[in-house]
Structure formats: C-alpha cells, structure tokens
C-alpha cells in the first residue's frame, strides 16, 4: 500500500525536532576526566529531570535496545547530580552515584514506579509471618526510585510515535491513494 510510505514522507516533512526523537532536557557535553584532568576531554550527557541535572559517567551500562527500530531507545546510565557553585559559575558534582534509565514510553504506558506500586498492592494482600505482608518481604528485592517522572517539553508530554497530522483527514484524500 503506497499510502504508508506517503505518510511516512508527510511525517518527515511536517514533524518537529521533538516529533523526530530529539530531546531537549539531554544535552552532549565535554568533560574532563576527574581522575586524570590532563587526559583529553570525553563526551558524557547532562539530563534535566525536573529542574535536576544529572551527568553521565563512562558509557551506558546497558544500550542493547537502543539502536533497534521498533524499540523504546532504552539506556542505562551511571550518573551524577549536578549543583552549581555560587559565584563563580561552575558546578560540582555529588558524591553519590545514581542509575537513570532513559526510554521512550508509549501513551498508555505506566511508569516503573506505578508497576512497583501495583506489585506491593497485591502482595500486601497476602500475609507472610510474624505480621508483615509478603510486600514487606518483597521490598529489599526492589528498586529505591529517587525520581520516576516523563519527559515534558512545551507544557506537553512527551509521547513517542505520535504524529504531528491527521492523514486520515478527508482533505488529503487526493493526497494520499487509498
């Protein structure tokens, strides 16, 4: 079917930057190396997730989905808060170490944090012994969550594989073969 393809050129041709994968809260960067700061610079990602930024450290930890086509784009990333010095301008980075997982989600998709919650509600359901629930049991095998949030640019959020037109619109009927 040619309408397909037809709409695939319509959606390069009207989409946005967002529209096309890219995200404004990521942003390349050039670092030197706090171990050795006479080594040349690497490239590492600053991430701003509600107001906070976070620095990558070292490749990805886990980016076996992200170059799939019909994939999330998942990557896992060991990384650093980001405060910036008063008065002169540069920043510092904490001493702890978190992971962020950065994914592309579907409109309808729930957030780790939500599936978590879910988990621990049916589980808290069923006692295990001495008065605890077996969500009481489960909870040291679980992720700690500093922030579970979706992207949002504009006011809007950001939802992968939306397109930025109707093509089903009437008006584009000698447009697009049906």
């Given at each position: 079917k040619?309408?397909?393809?037809?709409?695939?050129?319509?959606?390069?041709?009207?989409?946005?930057?967002?529209?096309?994968g890219y995200d404004p809260t990521v942003k390349r960067r050039?670092?030197?190396?706090?171990?050795s700061p006479d080594s040349p610079p690497v490239i590492a990602y600053e991430y701003e997730v509600e107001?906070?930024?976070?620095?990558?450290?070292?490749?990805?930890i886990s980016e076996t989905a992200a170059y799939h086509i019909t994939s999330r784009a998942t990557r896992v990333w060991l990384v650093r808060e980001i405060f910036?010095?008063?008065?002169?301008g540069k920043h510092s980075l904490s001493d702890d170490y978190f992971v962020l997982r950065d994914a592309w989600l579907y409109s309808d998709a729930k957030l780790e944090s939500e599936i978590r919650n879910d988990i621990f509600e049916r589980l808290?359901?069923?006692?295990?012994?001495?008065?605890?629930?077996?969500?009481d049991a489960?909870?040291?095998y679980f992720m700690t969550f500093k922030k579970d949030w979706r992207v949002e640019f504009?006011?809007?959020?950001?939802?992968?594989?939306?397109?930025?037109?109707d093509y089903s619109d009437?008006?584009?009927?000698?447009?697009?073969?049906?």
């Open positions: 040619p309408n397909y393809l037809i709409q695939f050129f319509l959606f390069i041709i009207t989409a946005n930057a967002t529209q096309l050039q670092v030197s190396s706090p171990d107001g906070r930024r976070y620095l990558t450290e070292g490749g990805p910036n010095r008063p008065g002169d808290s359901k069923i006692a295990a012994e001495e008065g605890k629930t077996l969500a489960a909870k040291p504009d006011g809007k959020r950001d939802i992968s594989f939306e397109l930025p037109l009437s008006s584009l009927t000698g447009l697009v073969p049906t």
